[in-house]
């Protein structure tokens, strides 16, 4: 079935210093590719997204690259700040309304 | 993006006892879903619940244990039935705000504990 695996569960960066998590999908008919960053106790929050016909997006500090043919995604975050510390997911969408989540990377970012 | 609430914010039950959890939305959305987060865990599709119909079950879930409403376009109750310590766990429910553009935003979650 459909399956999206996410590395690392974990990651620990100093400040200033930039993040890669990176995502597996099972899915060819996945079109829709969202990271969601949930901070203790509260709600996943969209972050950033792209869609199958596009390579690359970035908003600010945060870009997402996407290899269709290897089926990987990853979410790069540079300059990392303390409250970049959280949970991020990422997630396929294989072309239904359906959401298949990774497992999550809890990021610290150490000042 | 859309402004989604949830009731209870958290609630502390008995095991054999039934909850109610209520999502609202402060626009008509077609789609509205419900997952759980087991603690340190990722979300897990529920259930998707769309208005005048039948809520869509996804595997390991059933209608029994978790029956869901859909009475209009902004709100949707999810129902933890007879309910065990295994049920603890938070219940979030999202929306997708444009149908077609895939993006999904959460409610803040229902952070349940069964005794």
């Known amino acids: 079935g459909e399956n999206v695996e996410q590395h690392p569960s974990t990651l620990s960066v100093q400040e200033g210093d930039s993040a890669v998590i990176k995502c597996t999908y099972s899915d060819s008919a996945s079109n829709y590719f969202p990271w969601y960053k949930q901070e203790l106790g509260k709600r996943p929050q969209l972050i950033i997204d792209i869609r199958s016909n596009v390579g690359e997006k970035k908003d600010q500090r945060i870009a997402v690259t996407l290899n269709k043919t290897a089926k990987h995604f990853s979410l790069h975050i540079t300059e990392t700040q303390p409250e970049d510390s959280a949970v991020y997911f990422c997630?396929?969408?294989?072309?239904?309304?359906?959401?298949?989540f990774g497992t999550g990377t809890r990021l610290k970012v150490l000042a | 993006s859309a402004v989604i609430s949830q009731k209870p914010s958290r609630d502390i039950c008995q095991r054999g006892t039934s909850l109610t959890i209520q999502c609202q939305v402060d626009?008509?959305?077609?789609?509205m879903f419900w997952y759980r987060q087991q603690p340190g865990q990722s979300l897990t599709l529920i259930a998707t619940a769309n208005q005048g119909s039948e809520a869509t079950y996804e595997s390991g879930f059933v209608i029994d244990k978790f029956p869901i409403s859909r009475p209009n376009l902004t709100f949707s109750t999810l129902t933890v039935s007879n309910m065990s310590p295994e049920d603890s766990s938070i219940y979030l429910c999202?929306?997708?705000?444009?149908?077609?553009?895939?993006?999904?935003?959460f409610g803040p979650g229902t952070r349940l504990t069964v005794l």
């Open positions: 997630a396929a969408n294989p072309g239904t309304y359906k959401y298949i």
């Open positions: 999202s929306v997708e705000a444009d149908r077609g553009i895939h993006e999904q935003f």
């Open positions: 626009s008509q959305v077609t789609m």
